[in-house]
């Protein structure tokens, strides 16, 4: 399985950006998808997942969400009222068995990161 990310850019603080994670070689209709986010010099944090439900981090609870497009191959991340603390390269990830999960280990693939920047 093969994932990109994109839709990351530079955005005002309070702004929004809708992020894409496409998948493409092996099927994964029923993967879990997260998506993570690292600051420079910080460790790569849970943001939000998919698999028939739906989890996201306190930090961004209410204001970013999660949803898939099957037939589409693809996993939204909408983003909404940004803050600078927002700011970093995020990768979307993909877990084989379909279960949600929260830790960077437990997942099989990885995209190579989309940069969001939020100016205050």
């Known amino acids: 399985v093969q994932l990109q990310a994109s839709g990351g850019g530079l955005v005002q603080a309070g702004g929004s950006l809708r992020l894409s994670c496409v998948a493409s070689?092996?099927?994964?209709?029923?993967?879990?998808v997260g998506w993570f986010r690292q600051a420079p010099g910080k460790e790569r944090d849970f943001v939000a997942a998919?698999?028939?439900?739906?989890s996201t981090a306190d930090s961004v609870k209410g204001r970013f969400s999660i949803s898939r497009v099957n037939a589409k191959n693809t996993v939204y991340l909408q983003m909404n009222s940004l803050k600078p603390e927002d700011s970093g390269v995020y990768y979307c990830?993909?877990?084989?068995?379909?279960?949600?999960?929260?830790?960077?280990?437990?997942?099989?693939?990885w995209g190579q990161g989309t940069q969001v920047t939020v100016s205050s």
């Open positions: 998919i698999s028939w439900i739906t």
């Open positions: 990830a993909a877990r084989s068995n379909g279960v949600l999960a929260n830790s960077v280990r437990e997942y099989d693939y």
């Open positions: 070689g092996r099927t994964c209709s029923r993967c879990a």
